[in-house]
């Protein structure tokens, strides 16, 4: 594959003004998988129009993160933010 060729060009996967739904967690692993456990979610949004900027369209937060023991001693913390189509079955 060239990637000086034109028609290899990128496209969005999502349309503008489509409804996603973002997942936010702070696992201390590297891969997430655990999808099912409501406890591993930080933050959850429901159907945000994707690419639609108004004054609604800023999302806050703030919470309180407790570190383990593992990441008080040099651990490693990974956020991991997924967004998803809102009719997708998650």
């Known amino acids: 594959m060239d990637p000086s060729q034109t028609h290899h060009l990128m496209t969005n996967l999502y349309h503008k003004g489509e409804s996603l739904d ?3 967690s702070l696992p201390e692993q590297e ?3 655990d999808f099912s456990n409501k406890g591993a979610l930080y933050w959850l949004e429901t159907n945000t129009p994707y690419a639609v900027w108004t004054p609604e369209s800023i999302r ?3 919470l309180k993160y407790y570190p383990s ?3 008080q001693n040099n651990g490693s913390l ?3 933010v997924f967004f998803v189509r809102s009719e997708v079955d998650k």
């Open 69 to 71: 023991e593992t990441i």
């Open 22 to 24: 973002m997942w936010f």
């Open 60 to 62: 806050t937060r703030s």
């Open 31 to 33: 891969k997430f998988s």
């Open 78 to 80: 990974y956020a991991h």
